[in-house]
């Protein structure tokens, strides 16, 4: 019998995104990644006596922006406080946050599953606080501290303990992150740990309603180390539980290279950071003008999309689900089908494949953003309108594609300058097709004998002779009529 017939894992998730702002939380030192070690820093950020503070506006907007699109409540007032405690990294000894009185609460985000079925995952709080610097150990000489991330804003989106599995919860902050990006106010990049992610995971028997001890589980960079890890810490506690033995509340690390949580300290209680209000920053006071003026910057989210590309465009589910899983893949979907002549369900779906297939295959070799894409988004509706039209073939639009990949020309340009004009004139086709039928009349005798497979042969020596250019619709037209 395996563990999921008697057991059920309860997992919440705590998800810091570090906002897209040009300066940090409480000062106006920059927040760009890769900058030389305690470059980005100033006496606010490392804590010097008789600095104060100043909240960067722009966070707040950001954090209202999330709330709004997770369905949460935007409190009126919301309170700085202090998290303090001791790590190298930590050169003010405390961390600014929001304890008692958060920005947003009580959200919800619907997670669609693998197998059809949507998952309702509520939200406890988002509520913002700055980073904390970086401890680098892995150096044979010493450790270093690197305290550029200081005062980096940060927004922490705690879910309700509603996930049940490690699927679940990789889906969850697929979610997040789709949503975060799609408002631009996170780029979502774990690698740099602008999206990271701890998890509390405990068990507890079938049936029963109390809570078991939970335990954290920290450093997971990218989704799939987030499923494995909580796969991880499940089993380990079912183990421990089956052996009789108590599960102690602490905080465990994801040793990604040996599969492993290693154990990192007895988890502290929120008594333990002693929090108490910022005196040097006052209460943030949200009007609701302002929750309506941040509303109307709310960008059509993916979901909503996702929905319109399948009623509007009668998009397949799999299409609009591809499409909508990045925001700029979709932006560059929405500016190509903007830009097309022929607006109709071919010509959507036309783009959809362009988008999907060459486009994405182009920019997995190139490994660059599509905001740097070589063909922009007018060139490629321009492209298939030319399919469309009949001005190319499909199979020429494939080389006059990489051909736009090369040279960063419109369509109409390379057509023009390499001769490509698809021939279309039929009493042009008929008289070579003629020419072809005379020379290989035992094909065509077989043809009509029953061997129908050959018609494949005629066509392809249509295009052989017409070098790649004949209309192949009319050609396929053509032929059917002379063998009959």
């Known amino acids: 019998m395996s563990w999921n017939e008697i057991y059920e894992p309860v997992i919440g998730l705590e998800v810091h995104a570090q906002l897209l702002t040009q300066s940090k939380a409480f000062c106006s030192c920059s927040t760009k990644f890769g900058n030389n070690p305690n470059s980005n820093v100033c006496p606010v950020c490392l804590g010097m006596p008789g600095v104060l503070p100043v909240l960067n506006k722009q966070v707040v907007d950001f954090t209202i922006r999330m709330g709004l699109a997770t369905h949460c409540t935007i409190a009126p007032k919301s309170v700085f406080a202090r998290k303090n405690y001791f790590y190298p990294d930590l050169p003010k000894g405390y961390q600014i946050s929001q304890y008692e009185e958060p920005q947003c609460q009580n959200g919800f985000v619907d997670v669609e599953l693998p197998d059809g079925t949507v998952k309702r995952v509520g939200l406890t709080r988002i509520h913002i606080e700055e980073d904390a610097g970086k401890s680098i150990h892995d150096l044979d000489i010493d450790t270093f501290v690197d305290v550029n991330r200081c005062g980096v804003p940060l927004m922490e989106i705690v879910s309700e303990p509603d996930i049940r599995s490690p699927q679940e919860a990789a889906f969850y902050l697929i979610k997040i992150r789709q949503i975060a990006t799609y408002l ?52 380990r506690q079912i183990d421990a539980l089956e052996r009789g033995e108590k599960i102690i509340q602490q905080t465990m690390l994801w040793d990604s290279s040996e599969g492993i949580c290693l154990p990192m300290r007895s988890k502290e209680e929120a008594h333990d950071y002693r929090y108490f209000p910022d005196p040097d920053l006052v209460p943030v006071i949200i009007s609701e003008k302002w929750i309506d003026d941040v509303s109307t910057l709310l960008p059509e989210l993916p979901d909503m999309r996702r929905n319109r590309y399948i009623n509007e465009f009668q998009l397949p589910r799999y299409d609009a689900d591809v499409l909508t899983a990045e925001r700029g893949l979709s932006d560059y979907f929405e500016g190509v089908v903007s830009g097309l002549k022929t607006k109709k369900t071919d010509s959507y779906k036309m783009a959809s494949n362009w988008t999907m297939g060459d486009v994405l295959r182009v920019q997995h070799e190139r490994q660059g953003s599509l905001n740097d894409f070589p063909i922009s988004p007018k060139n490629l509706s321009a492209l298939i309108d030319a399919i469309l039209d009949g001005t190319i073939s499909g199979k020429i639009a494939k080389d006059v594609f990489e051909e736009m990949i090369r040279t960063r020309e419109s369509p109409e340009e390379i057509i023009k300058r390499l001769g490509l004009v698809q021939v279309s004139d039929p009493a042009l086709l008929e008289k070579v097709i003629d020419e072809i039928l005379v020379k290989q009349s035992g094909q065509v005798e077989a043809y009509k004998s029953g061997k129908t497979q050959v018609f494949g042969f005629f066509v392809g020596e249509t295009m052989k002779a017409m070098k790649g250019k004949a209309n192949p619709k009319i050609v396929n037209e053509l032929l059917k009529k002379k063998l009959v």
């Open 184 to 235: 631009g106010i996170c780029d979502g990049n774990m690698e740099e740990g602008s999206l990271r992610c701890d998890a509390n995971v405990s068990v507890r028997k079938k049936g029963e309603t109390k809570l078991g001890t939970k335990v954290e589980v920290k450093n997971m960079n990218s989704f799939r180390f987030v499923e494995k890890a909580i796969e991880y810490e499940i089993s």
